[in-house]
């Protein structure tokens, strides 16, 4: 059950993110690397998904 919750915050959280990364994208202005931190925190909710997704195997 805690691995449904956690997969479902993480999704949640994923949405969020690329929500935020593309707000960032379009609107920061050149040279404001702002949005780097978020496609970072994004790559390790993806991952983080895709682990435990594996673990249901």
Same mark, same amino acid.
Not at 26 to 41: D, K, S, V, Y
């Given at each position: 059950?805690?691995? %449904? $919750?956690? *997969?479902?915050?993480?999704? *949640?959280? =994923?949405? +969020?993110?690329?929500?935020?990364?593309? $707000? +960032?994208?379009?609107?920061?202005?050149?040279?404001? !690397?702002?949005?780097?931190?978020? !496609?970072? !925190?994004? %790559? @390790?909710?993806?991952?983080? =998904? +895709?682990? =435990?997704? @594996?673990? !249901? *195997?």
């Amino acid at each position: 059950m805690r691995i %449904v $919750h956690l *997969r479902a915050s993480l999704r *949640r959280r =994923l949405e +969020q993110l690329r929500h935020k990364l593309a $707000h +960032q994208i379009e609107t920061l202005p050149l040279g404001n !690397e702002a949005w780097i931190h978020t !496609e970072r !925190e994004l %790559v @390790a909710a993806e991952h983080a =998904l +895709q682990t =435990l997704g @594996a673990g !249901e *195997r």
